[in-house]
Structure formats: C-alpha cells, structure tokens
C-alpha cells in the first residue's frame, strides 16, 4: 500500500470551471435568472476555511475513466486491462485545495455566461443563461492512497498524465467535448504506508 502526493497545474488557456450543484434558497419573487445572477459563485466546492477545492472524485473518476480509454494491459493477467484495477485499487484521501499563489476563494472566479438547456440535457429544446465561476490559473496537491500493489508508480503516473490531458475536471472538460479543465501533473511524491 503507498500513499501519494500529487502536484498538479493547470494547462494555459483550459481554465478549472466548477459546476457543483447547490441548494442556496430563493429569495421572495426572485426570478431564475436574477437567482442565477446572484448564486453563480455556489457552484464552487470548498473547504471549512473558505478555500476553493476540487472534488476528491473528479480526480478519481478522471483517472479511472483515463485507465478505461486507455485500455492498458496487465502484464500475466491474460487480457486482463487496468480498469478494474483503478475502479476499486485506490481512493482519494479527500478534496484538493487550490491557489494560483494566494489561495482561491469563490470571490477570485472569473464569471463565464453560456446558453445552457434549462433542464441540463443536449437538445432538450428550452435554453437559458447560466452562469459559472472559472479559474484560469491554479495549482493544488491531491492526496490519494493506492491499496492494489499491482498499479504500480509508473502505472498510476501515466494514468494521472492521461487523465490531465484527455479527460480533465469541472465543466465542459475534454471528456465531454470541451476545452476546460485540462491539468498537468507536476509531481508525485511516493511513501510506503504499512498497516
């Protein structure tokens, strides 16, 4: 079992956007819009310090879902691909806290206005202005443990490289056909961890 350290950036021109779902109450007779134009910040995920963070699982579910486009296989497994491995071979030891030399609150996001489905869903037919922070440069530290010995360092780095490059986190990321999100893995600090 090890614990690693993970240093990851941002790549220039594919800003970190948040799309966290939050339930801020309406205020008397306010309209969509003017709520939307009042609550936008609320998509950020954060800390008890006010810090703005990146979901433990947007890292993990992009590292997995990198291991599942990637298709590598095991060595001596007989086909076997590391897919299943990363599923259940390692965990997020929790949310990543990100600065870009100051720490970042949600008073530091840029805003970006789409023209979004109302209901969320590709063609569904009703559009309307949403509103969403964006973050343009950042760094952070995410923390994980591996428990499966057979995703050795190597492995899981070239899954986390991959992850930064073709899948990304937050909104419109290049899973999802979009330009967001892309992150660079810096470093990984590797300690044995014994029980």
Request: hydrophobic residues 35%.
């Amino acid at each position: 079992m090890r614990i690693c350290k993970v240093h990851l950036e941002a790549i220039p021109g594919s800003p970190y956007s948040p799309s966290a779902k939050y339930d801020t109450p309406k205020l008397d007779r306010e309209s969509g819009d003017d709520y939307d134009a009042r609550t936008w910040r609320d998509h950020c995920t954060t800390n008890g310090d006010g810090q703005v963070c990146i979901p433990a699982m947007a890292l993990k579910q992009a590292i997995d879902t990198a291991a599942q486009k990637l298709g590598m296989k095991v060595d001596g497994r007989r086909g076997a691909t590391y897919k299943g491995f990363f599923t259940s071979g390692y965990f997020a030891n929790g949310d990543i806290p990100i600065s870009n030399g100051k720490i970042l609150t949600p008073a530091d996001a840029a805003m970006v206005t789409i023209y979004a489905n109302a209901d969320g869903k590709r063609g569904s037919g009703t559009r309307v202005t949403r509103r969403f922070p964006l973050f343009r440069e950042w760094h952070g530290i995410a923390e994980l443990t591996i428990v499966d010995d057979i995703i050795t360092p190597d492995v899981f780095e070239h899954h986390a490289k991959t992850a930064g490059m073709i899948v990304g986190i937050g909104r419109f990321r290049p899973q999802n056909g979009g330009g967001n999100g892309r992150f660079r893995v810096k470093k990984i600090e590797w300690q044995n961890l014994s029980l």
